[in-house]
Protein backbone atom coordinates (compact mmCIF):
# COMPACT_ATOMS: atom_id res chain seq x y z
CA UNK A 1 0.00 0.00 0.00
CA UNK A 2 1.45 3.28 -0.38
CA UNK A 3 1.57 5.77 2.43
CA UNK A 4 -0.76 8.52 3.08
CA UNK A 5 0.58 11.80 1.57
CA UNK A 6 1.13 13.38 4.91
CA UNK A 7 2.25 10.79 6.34
CA UNK A 8 5.15 12.63 8.72
CA UNK A 9 8.95 10.48 7.25
CA UNK A 10 12.33 12.27 8.53
CA UNK A 11 14.66 12.57 5.06
CA UNK A 12 17.79 13.75 5.68
CA UNK A 13 20.63 13.16 8.37
CA UNK A 14 24.79 15.17 9.17
CA UNK A 15 26.10 14.99 12.42
CA UNK A 16 29.92 16.27 14.18
CA UNK A 17 32.23 15.62 16.19
CA UNK A 18 34.93 17.73 16.56
CA UNK A 19 37.85 17.21 18.47
CA UNK A 20 40.78 18.99 16.70
CA UNK A 21 40.16 22.56 15.35
CA UNK A 22 42.38 24.64 17.39
CA UNK A 23 40.28 26.69 20.02
CA UNK A 24 42.05 29.80 18.39
CA UNK A 25 39.62 29.81 15.59
CA UNK A 26 37.17 30.11 18.12
CA UNK A 27 34.08 28.26 16.08
CA UNK A 28 30.51 29.25 18.30
CA UNK A 29 28.39 26.15 18.67
CA UNK A 30 26.44 27.67 15.74
CA UNK A 31 29.18 27.31 13.00
CA UNK A 32 29.41 23.90 14.31
CA UNK A 33 25.65 23.32 14.23
CA UNK A 34 25.50 25.31 10.69
CA UNK A 35 27.64 22.60 9.21
CA UNK A 36 25.61 19.35 10.89
CA UNK A 37 23.24 21.21 9.24
CA UNK A 38 24.69 21.52 5.78
CA UNK A 39 25.43 17.85 6.28
CA UNK A 40 21.69 16.66 6.18
CA UNK A 41 20.61 18.91 3.49
CA UNK A 42 23.14 17.16 1.34
CA UNK A 43 21.98 13.64 3.47
CA UNK A 44 18.74 14.09 1.88
CA UNK A 45 19.28 15.35 -1.89
CA UNK A 46 16.56 16.33 -3.90
CA UNK A 47 15.90 19.47 -5.43
CA UNK A 48 14.18 22.49 -3.14
CA UNK A 49 14.77 20.90 0.00
CA UNK A 50 15.82 24.20 1.45
CA UNK A 51 13.59 26.67 -0.11
CA UNK A 52 10.26 23.87 1.22
CA UNK A 53 12.02 24.41 5.19
CA UNK A 54 9.66 26.38 7.32
CA UNK A 55 10.71 25.51 10.40
CA UNK A 56 13.88 25.75 11.78
CA UNK A 57 14.22 24.46 15.51
CA UNK A 58 16.87 24.04 18.33
CA UNK A 59 17.82 22.48 21.54
CA UNK A 60 18.42 25.02 23.86
CA UNK A 61 22.45 25.47 24.91
CA UNK A 62 24.07 24.58 27.94
CA UNK A 63 24.54 28.29 28.79
CA UNK A 64 21.29 29.05 28.63
CA UNK A 65 20.06 26.46 30.74
CA UNK A 66 22.68 26.32 33.86
CA UNK A 67 24.97 28.94 35.37
CA UNK A 68 27.48 26.28 35.20
CA UNK A 69 28.41 27.05 31.63
CA UNK A 70 27.30 30.32 30.98
CA UNK A 71 30.01 32.19 28.87
CA UNK A 72 31.46 35.56 28.48
CA UNK A 73 31.55 34.94 24.73
CA UNK A 74 28.39 35.99 24.42
CA UNK A 75 25.35 34.06 22.10
CA UNK A 76 22.59 34.97 19.52
CA UNK A 77 19.48 36.22 20.27
CA UNK A 78 17.91 34.12 18.14
CA UNK A 79 19.81 30.74 17.87
CA UNK A 80 17.62 28.56 15.25
CA UNK A 81 17.15 32.31 12.92
CA UNK A 82 21.43 31.95 13.38
CA UNK A 83 21.34 28.22 11.87
CA UNK A 84 18.63 29.63 9.71
CA UNK A 85 20.88 32.52 8.10
CA UNK A 86 24.09 30.32 7.76
CA UNK A 87 21.98 27.79 6.09
CA UNK A 88 20.61 30.36 3.70
CA UNK A 89 16.85 29.17 5.10
CA UNK A 90 13.88 31.38 4.92
CA UNK A 91 11.97 29.74 7.53
CA UNK A 92 8.78 31.34 8.70
CA UNK A 93 9.04 30.04 12.38
CA UNK A 94 12.26 30.08 14.52
CA UNK A 95 11.71 27.12 17.09
CA UNK A 96 14.17 27.21 20.15
CA UNK A 97 13.56 24.23 23.46
CA UNK A 98 13.66 24.58 26.76
CA UNK A 99 16.07 22.42 28.27
CA UNK A 100 15.47 18.55 28.71
CA UNK A 101 17.25 15.54 26.82
CA UNK A 102 13.78 14.56 25.95
CA UNK A 103 13.20 17.64 23.57
CA UNK A 104 14.84 15.95 20.32
CA UNK A 105 12.64 13.43 20.65
CA UNK A 106 9.79 15.30 21.60
CA UNK A 107 9.94 17.63 18.79
CA UNK A 108 9.69 15.01 16.06
CA UNK A 109 6.30 13.72 18.03
CA UNK A 110 4.95 17.55 18.20
CA UNK A 111 6.89 18.24 14.45
CA UNK A 112 5.45 14.66 12.98
CA UNK A 113 2.14 15.82 13.81
CA UNK A 114 1.75 18.99 12.33
CA UNK A 115 3.01 17.73 9.16
CA UNK A 116 0.70 15.02 9.29
CA UNK A 117 -2.32 17.94 9.66
CA UNK A 118 -0.88 19.73 7.07
CA UNK A 119 0.29 22.43 9.63
CA UNK A 120 3.86 21.80 8.36
CA UNK A 121 6.09 21.87 4.91
CA UNK A 122 9.49 20.68 6.30
CA UNK A 123 11.78 20.93 9.11
CA UNK A 124 15.20 21.01 10.25
CA UNK A 125 16.01 20.19 13.91
CA UNK A 126 19.02 21.04 15.07
CA UNK A 127 21.24 20.56 18.34
CA UNK A 128 24.73 20.79 19.91
CA UNK A 129 27.37 22.30 21.68
CA UNK A 130 30.92 24.07 21.25
CA UNK A 131 31.99 23.88 25.28
CA UNK A 132 35.46 22.04 24.34
CA UNK A 133 36.54 25.28 22.22
CA UNK A 134 34.33 27.86 24.85
CA UNK A 135 36.32 26.78 27.64
CA UNK A 136 39.57 26.62 26.05
CA UNK A 137 39.25 30.57 24.66
CA UNK A 138 38.11 30.88 28.08
CA UNK A 139 40.67 29.52 30.14
CA UNK A 140 43.23 31.49 27.01
CA UNK A 141 41.56 34.59 27.62
CA UNK A 142 41.38 35.00 23.54
CA UNK A 143 39.44 37.86 22.19
CA UNK A 144 36.45 35.60 20.65
CA UNK A 145 33.12 36.96 20.77
CA UNK A 146 29.89 34.95 19.99
CA UNK A 147 27.44 37.93 20.31
CA UNK A 148 25.27 38.03 17.32
CA UNK A 149 21.56 39.55 16.78
CA UNK A 150 19.97 37.59 13.89
CA UNK A 151 16.61 39.39 14.18
CA UNK A 152 13.44 38.06 15.41
CA UNK A 153 12.41 36.23 18.65
CA UNK A 154 12.32 32.29 18.82
CA UNK A 155 9.44 30.58 19.80
CA UNK A 156 9.85 28.61 22.97
CA UNK A 157 9.03 25.28 22.75
CA UNK A 158 8.85 22.45 26.40
CA UNK A 159 8.64 23.10 29.77
CA UNK A 160 10.19 26.27 31.30
CA UNK A 161 10.16 24.74 34.85
CA UNK A 162 13.51 24.06 36.47
CA UNK A 163 13.61 20.74 37.53
CA UNK A 164 15.04 21.48 41.36
CA UNK A 165 12.58 23.16 44.56
CA UNK A 166 13.82 25.82 46.75
CA UNK A 167 14.09 23.41 49.37
CA UNK A 168 16.36 20.86 47.50
CA UNK A 169 18.24 23.65 46.12
CA UNK A 170 19.30 24.58 49.44
CA UNK A 171 20.96 21.15 50.17
CA UNK A 172 22.22 21.26 47.08
CA UNK A 173 20.25 18.91 45.47
CA UNK A 174 19.59 20.77 41.99
CA UNK A 175 22.51 19.17 39.52
CA UNK A 176 22.00 15.91 37.13
CA UNK A 177 25.38 14.81 39.33
CA UNK A 178 23.90 15.34 42.86
CA UNK A 179 20.46 13.65 41.88
CA UNK A 180 21.61 10.50 40.17
CA UNK A 181 23.83 9.08 42.31
CA UNK A 182 20.52 9.00 44.45
CA UNK A 183 18.57 7.01 42.48
CA UNK A 184 21.57 4.76 41.85
CA UNK A 185 22.25 3.62 45.86
CA UNK A 186 18.22 3.21 46.17
CA UNK A 187 18.57 0.74 43.20
CA UNK A 188 21.42 -0.71 44.75
CA UNK A 189 19.22 -1.19 47.94
CA UNK A 190 16.36 -2.52 46.53
CA UNK A 191 18.56 -5.39 44.46
CA UNK A 192 20.49 -6.35 48.16
CA UNK A 193 24.09 -5.98 46.44
CA UNK A 194 26.64 -5.01 48.33
CA UNK A 195 28.93 -1.05 47.66
CA UNK A 196 31.48 -3.24 45.69
CA UNK A 197 29.11 -5.88 43.99
CA UNK A 198 26.86 -2.96 42.53
CA UNK A 199 30.07 -1.36 41.57
CA UNK A 200 30.75 -4.33 39.51
CA UNK A 201 27.58 -4.66 37.99
CA UNK A 202 27.56 -0.82 36.85
CA UNK A 203 31.40 -1.57 35.48
CA UNK A 204 30.06 -4.55 32.94
CA UNK A 205 26.69 -2.42 32.30
CA UNK A 206 28.93 1.05 31.02
CA UNK A 207 31.66 -1.31 29.69
CA UNK A 208 29.03 -2.39 26.60
CA UNK A 209 28.75 0.99 25.82
CA UNK A 210 32.25 1.96 25.66
CA UNK A 211 32.98 -0.64 23.06
CA UNK A 212 30.61 0.87 21.24
CA UNK A 213 31.39 3.88 21.19
CA UNK A 214 35.17 2.42 20.72
CA UNK A 215 33.87 1.60 17.06
CA UNK A 216 32.38 4.74 16.32
CA UNK A 217 34.60 7.58 14.62
CA UNK A 218 32.20 10.34 15.94
CA UNK A 219 32.76 8.95 19.46
CA UNK A 220 34.65 11.54 22.72
CA UNK A 221 36.04 8.61 23.87
CA UNK A 222 37.20 5.89 22.18
CA UNK A 223 39.04 3.88 24.53
CA UNK A 224 36.68 1.34 24.82
CA UNK A 225 37.47 0.96 28.72
CA UNK A 226 36.83 -2.52 30.31
CA UNK A 227 34.56 -2.98 33.14
CA UNK A 228 38.25 -3.62 35.38
CA UNK A 229 39.00 0.12 34.28
CA UNK A 230 35.79 1.81 34.69
CA UNK A 231 35.77 0.88 38.37
CA UNK A 232 39.38 0.96 39.40
CA UNK A 233 38.98 4.65 41.30
CA UNK A 234 42.29 6.38 40.72
CA UNK A 235 43.83 9.95 39.68
CA UNK A 236 42.41 9.27 36.00
CA UNK A 237 39.22 8.36 37.39
CA UNK A 238 38.68 10.28 40.50
CA UNK A 239 35.11 9.88 42.19
CA UNK A 240 32.64 12.82 41.19
CA UNK A 241 29.21 11.75 42.73
CA UNK A 242 29.39 8.45 45.17
CA UNK A 243 28.62 6.28 43.94
CA UNK A 244 30.08 7.52 40.30
CA UNK A 245 33.87 7.93 39.20
CA UNK A 246 34.62 10.30 36.30
CA UNK A 247 34.94 7.72 33.59
CA UNK A 248 31.04 6.66 34.43
CA UNK A 249 29.90 10.55 34.18
CA UNK A 250 29.14 12.22 30.97
CA UNK A 251 31.74 14.87 29.44
CA UNK A 252 29.84 17.76 28.55
CA UNK A 253 32.96 19.88 27.36
CA UNK A 254 32.64 18.96 23.83
CA UNK A 255 32.43 19.77 20.51
CA UNK A 256 29.85 18.27 18.96
CA UNK A 257 26.65 18.80 16.81
CA UNK A 258 23.32 17.44 14.84
CA UNK A 259 20.58 17.85 12.33
CA UNK A 260 17.75 16.21 11.06
CA UNK A 261 15.19 16.86 8.58
CA UNK A 262 11.13 15.86 8.61
CA UNK A 263 8.74 16.18 5.54
CA UNK A 264 5.98 14.60 4.46
CA UNK A 265 5.66 11.64 2.14
CA UNK A 266 4.25 13.99 -0.66
CA UNK A 267 6.63 16.88 -0.13
CA UNK A 268 8.91 13.96 -0.37
CA UNK A 269 7.95 12.99 -3.62
CA UNK A 270 7.55 16.57 -5.05
CA UNK A 271 11.30 17.25 -4.37
CA UNK A 272 12.62 14.08 -5.85
CA UNK A 273 14.07 12.66 -2.50
CA UNK A 274 15.05 9.27 -3.07
CA UNK A 275 12.77 7.22 -0.70
CA UNK A 276 15.75 5.16 0.41
CA UNK A 277 16.20 8.39 2.24
CA UNK A 278 12.96 7.83 4.26
CA UNK A 279 12.57 6.76 7.67
CA UNK A 280 9.12 6.23 9.23
CA UNK A 281 7.79 7.24 12.62
CA UNK A 282 5.28 4.63 13.67
CA UNK A 283 5.22 5.26 17.41
CA UNK A 284 5.96 7.61 19.75
CA UNK A 285 4.92 8.99 23.07
CA UNK A 286 5.58 11.88 25.68
CA UNK A 287 5.21 11.57 29.72
CA UNK A 288 7.08 12.84 32.86
CA UNK A 289 6.90 11.39 36.32
CA UNK A 290 6.52 13.68 39.40
CA UNK A 291 8.49 16.34 38.68
CA UNK A 292 10.66 17.00 41.60
CA UNK A 293 12.90 14.17 43.28
CA UNK A 294 11.77 14.87 46.91
CA UNK A 295 8.28 13.57 45.74
CA UNK A 296 9.03 10.47 43.72
CA UNK A 297 7.63 7.28 45.39
CA UNK A 298 9.95 4.96 44.63
CA UNK A 299 13.16 6.17 43.35
CA UNK A 300 13.77 2.67 41.84
CA UNK A 301 11.45 3.20 39.12
CA UNK A 302 9.42 5.28 36.38
CA UNK A 303 6.02 5.31 35.95
CA UNK A 304 6.12 7.54 32.65
CA UNK A 305 8.62 5.46 31.32
CA UNK A 306 6.32 2.13 31.92
CA UNK A 307 3.76 3.96 30.53
CA UNK A 308 5.11 6.10 27.85
CA UNK A 309 7.18 3.29 25.83
CA UNK A 310 3.74 1.23 25.93
CA UNK A 311 1.92 3.86 24.33
CA UNK A 312 4.46 4.13 21.56
CA UNK A 313 4.92 0.36 21.07
CA UNK A 314 1.18 0.31 20.92
CA UNK A 315 0.97 3.02 18.48
CA UNK A 316 3.53 1.04 16.38
CA UNK A 317 1.77 -2.37 16.94
CA UNK A 318 5.31 -4.12 18.20
CA UNK A 319 6.86 -5.44 21.12
CA UNK A 320 10.47 -5.21 23.04
CA UNK A 321 10.89 -8.48 20.98
CA UNK A 322 10.45 -6.56 17.29
CA UNK A 323 13.20 -4.02 17.54
CA UNK A 324 16.71 -4.72 15.99
CA UNK A 325 17.69 -1.39 17.22
CA UNK A 326 18.09 0.55 19.98
CA UNK A 327 19.57 3.62 21.90
CA UNK A 328 18.39 3.71 25.05
CA UNK A 329 19.20 7.36 26.88
CA UNK A 330 22.42 6.90 29.09
CA UNK A 331 23.59 10.23 31.32
CA UNK A 332 24.21 7.67 34.06
CA UNK A 333 24.03 3.99 34.92
CA UNK A 334 21.10 4.47 36.78
CA UNK A 335 18.79 5.83 33.92
CA UNK A 336 20.14 2.92 31.93
CA UNK A 337 18.91 0.43 34.79
CA UNK A 338 15.55 1.88 35.51
CA UNK A 339 14.88 2.09 31.51
CA UNK A 340 16.14 -1.80 31.07
CA UNK A 341 12.87 -2.59 34.04
CA UNK A 342 10.47 -0.39 32.69
CA UNK A 343 10.96 -1.76 29.31
CA UNK A 344 11.24 -5.28 30.50
CA UNK A 345 14.83 -6.22 29.01
CA UNK A 346 18.01 -7.54 30.14
CA UNK A 347 20.57 -4.70 31.01
CA UNK A 348 23.20 -7.09 29.31
CA UNK A 349 20.23 -7.86 26.02
CA UNK A 350 22.26 -9.21 23.17
CA UNK A 351 21.27 -6.65 20.51
CA UNK A 352 23.22 -4.10 22.54
CA UNK A 353 21.35 -0.97 24.44
CA UNK A 354 23.12 1.94 22.16
CA UNK A 355 23.93 2.18 18.46
CA UNK A 356 26.27 5.37 19.36
CA UNK A 357 28.15 4.19 22.49
CA UNK A 358 25.75 6.55 24.64
CA UNK A 359 26.25 9.83 26.40
CA UNK A 360 29.14 8.77 28.37
CA UNK A 361 31.29 7.36 25.60
CA UNK A 362 30.48 8.68 22.49
CA UNK A 363 29.23 12.49 23.91
CA UNK A 364 26.87 14.14 25.81
CA UNK A 365 26.40 17.35 24.11
CA UNK A 366 23.97 18.94 26.62
CA UNK A 367 20.29 18.86 25.97
CA UNK A 368 21.08 17.63 21.89
CA UNK A 369 22.28 13.94 22.81
CA UNK A 370 19.17 12.66 21.36
CA UNK A 371 19.49 14.72 17.94
CA UNK A 372 22.74 12.50 17.28
CA UNK A 373 21.10 9.42 18.11
CA UNK A 374 18.07 9.68 15.73
CA UNK A 375 20.60 10.57 13.28
CA UNK A 376 22.56 7.47 13.83
CA UNK A 377 19.24 5.07 14.33
CA UNK A 378 18.69 6.57 10.49
CA UNK A 379 21.90 5.40 9.11
CA UNK A 380 21.11 1.69 10.57
CA UNK A 381 17.69 1.35 9.37
CA UNK A 382 18.45 2.72 5.92
CA UNK A 383 21.47 -0.09 5.49
CA UNK A 384 18.86 -2.48 7.16
CA UNK A 385 15.85 -2.29 5.69
CA UNK A 386 12.22 -3.52 7.10
CA UNK A 387 13.95 -3.88 11.17
CA UNK A 388 12.61 -1.42 13.48
CA UNK A 389 14.59 0.47 16.00
CA UNK A 390 13.66 2.33 19.22
CA UNK A 391 15.08 5.49 20.48
CA UNK A 392 14.25 6.61 24.46
CA UNK A 393 14.94 10.32 25.47
CA UNK A 394 15.22 11.50 29.28
CA UNK A 395 15.28 15.13 30.55
CA UNK A 396 15.72 16.08 33.84
CA UNK A 397 16.83 13.50 36.29
CA UNK A 398 14.69 10.41 35.37
CA UNK A 399 11.39 12.65 34.95
CA UNK A 400 10.93 13.86 31.37
CA UNK A 401 10.25 11.20 28.69
CA UNK A 402 9.62 10.20 24.91
CA UNK A 403 9.65 7.28 22.73
CA UNK A 404 10.47 7.30 18.99
CA UNK A 405 9.53 3.97 17.06
CA UNK A 406 11.37 3.99 13.91
CA UNK A 407 11.60 2.21 10.47
CA UNK A 408 12.04 2.20 6.56
CA UNK A 409 9.16 0.24 6.73
CA UNK A 410 5.37 2.48 4.84
CA UNK A 411 3.67 3.23 7.90
CA UNK A 412 0.01 2.65 6.97
CA UNK A 413 -3.13 4.47 7.40
CA UNK A 414 -3.48 7.90 8.39
CA UNK A 415 -0.89 9.09 11.00
CA UNK A 416 -2.42 9.70 14.13
CA UNK A 417 -0.96 9.68 18.04
CA UNK A 418 -2.64 9.69 21.42
CA UNK A 419 -2.90 13.11 23.28
CA UNK A 420 0.02 13.64 25.19
CA UNK A 421 -2.21 15.11 28.09
CA UNK A 422 -4.43 12.41 28.33
CA UNK A 423 -1.16 10.22 29.35
CA UNK A 424 0.34 13.16 31.78
CA UNK A 425 -3.36 13.20 33.47
CA UNK A 426 -3.28 9.71 34.16
CA UNK A 427 0.72 10.04 35.88
CA UNK A 428 -0.26 13.39 37.67
CA UNK A 429 -2.72 11.19 39.39
CA UNK A 430 -0.63 8.73 40.96
CA UNK A 431 0.68 9.32 44.53
CA UNK A 432 3.57 11.41 46.21
CA UNK A 433 5.87 10.06 48.89
CA UNK A 434 4.95 12.11 52.37
CA UNK A 435 7.11 14.31 52.91
CA UNK A 436 7.88 17.26 55.49
CA UNK A 437 10.70 20.21 54.70
CA UNK A 438 11.43 20.59 58.54
CA UNK A 439 12.78 17.01 60.60
CA UNK A 440 13.51 16.21 63.42
CA UNK A 441 14.08 13.30 65.60
CA UNK A 442 15.27 9.83 64.77
CA UNK A 443 15.42 8.80 61.00
CA UNK A 444 17.23 6.47 58.62
CA UNK A 445 18.88 6.94 55.14
CA UNK A 446 16.61 5.89 52.29
CA UNK A 447 19.72 6.83 49.62
CA UNK A 448 22.48 9.59 49.78
CA UNK A 449 25.57 10.48 47.50
CA UNK A 450 28.90 11.26 48.78
CA UNK A 451 30.60 14.49 45.95
CA UNK A 452 33.64 15.18 45.93
CA UNK A 453 36.09 17.72 44.61
CA UNK A 454 39.55 17.67 43.76
CA UNK A 455 40.30 17.18 47.24
CA UNK A 456 38.04 14.22 48.04
CA UNK A 457 35.11 14.09 49.82
CA UNK A 458 33.15 17.57 50.12
CA UNK A 459 29.71 17.31 51.37
CA UNK A 460 26.43 14.92 51.55
CA UNK A 461 23.04 15.14 50.78
CA UNK A 462 20.47 12.52 50.97
CA UNK A 463 16.81 11.44 51.17
CA UNK A 464 15.71 9.84 54.82
CA UNK A 465 12.71 8.66 56.57
CA UNK A 466 11.98 10.17 60.23
CA UNK A 467 11.32 7.09 62.09
CA UNK A 468 8.01 8.19 64.32
CA UNK A 469 6.09 9.15 61.02
CA UNK A 470 7.91 7.30 57.64
CA UNK A 471 7.98 10.92 56.40
CA UNK A 472 10.96 11.41 53.68
CA UNK A 473 13.36 14.62 54.52
CA UNK A 474 15.99 15.71 52.48
CA UNK A 475 19.25 16.44 54.64
CA UNK A 476 22.65 16.73 54.69
CA UNK A 477 25.70 15.75 56.91
CA UNK A 478 28.27 17.90 58.78
CA UNK A 479 30.51 18.82 56.34
CA UNK A 480 33.32 16.20 58.45
CA UNK A 481 35.62 14.29 55.30
CA UNK A 482 36.13 11.45 58.00
CA UNK A 483 32.17 10.80 58.83
CA UNK A 484 31.76 11.42 54.51
CA UNK A 485 34.46 9.00 54.00
CA UNK A 486 32.82 6.48 56.41
CA UNK A 487 29.28 6.80 54.00
CA UNK A 488 31.67 5.45 51.18
CA UNK A 489 33.79 2.84 52.81
CA UNK A 490 30.99 1.30 54.97
CA UNK A 491 27.16 1.08 54.32
CA UNK A 492 24.95 3.93 54.44
CA UNK A 493 21.35 2.59 53.16
CA UNK A 494 19.49 1.90 56.72
CA UNK A 495 21.71 3.57 58.55
CA UNK A 496 20.06 4.95 61.70
CA UNK A 497 20.87 8.55 63.06
CA UNK A 498 18.93 12.03 64.74
CA UNK A 499 18.42 14.57 62.23
CA UNK A 500 17.84 18.44 63.27
CA UNK A 501 16.44 21.62 61.51
CA UNK A 502 17.55 24.94 61.83
CA UNK A 503 17.70 28.00 59.56
CA UNK A 504 15.65 26.03 56.65
CA UNK A 505 18.16 23.01 56.53
CA UNK A 506 17.93 19.66 57.91
CA UNK A 507 21.67 17.64 59.30
CA UNK A 508 21.59 14.16 59.87
CA UNK A 509 23.95 12.84 62.61
CA UNK A 510 24.63 9.45 61.75
CA UNK A 511 24.58 6.92 65.00
Same mark, same amino acid.
Given at each position: MTPDKNTPILVGCGDVTDLNTPIERGRSPYDIIAQAGKLALADAGGKGLAAAIDTVAMLRSYKDTSHRFETRLGGSSNPPKSIANRLGLNA??????? @?????????? @??FAEEIAGGGMRAAMIVGGEALRTQHGVERAGLPVSWQEDPGGTPELIGDPRRGWNEHEDRHNLRAAITQYPLYENAIRGKRGRTLGEHMQSMGRLMAHFARVAAANPLATRREGYSAER??????? @????????PRLMVSNAFIDQAAAYIMTSVGIAHELGIDASKWVYLHGCADGHDHWYTSERFDLTASPAMRA??????????????? %???????? =? %???????? =??????????????????????????????????? =???MRRLRASPGDFGLVTANGNWVTKHAYGVYSTTPYQ?????????????????????? %????????????????????????????????????????? @???????????????????????????????? %????
Open positions: RRHVYTW @NGGNMPQSLV @NQLTTVDAD @NRWIGFPYASRQALDMAGKTMAD %FRFLDIYS =C %FPSAVQIA =CQELGIAEDDPRGLTVTGGLVYFGGPGNSYVVLSI =CEMGRWQRENPAALQAQLDALPTAP %FTECANGEATIETYTVMHDKNGPAYSVLLGRLSATGERFIA @NTPADKALLQDLQDREGLGRAGVVRHADGLNT %FHPA
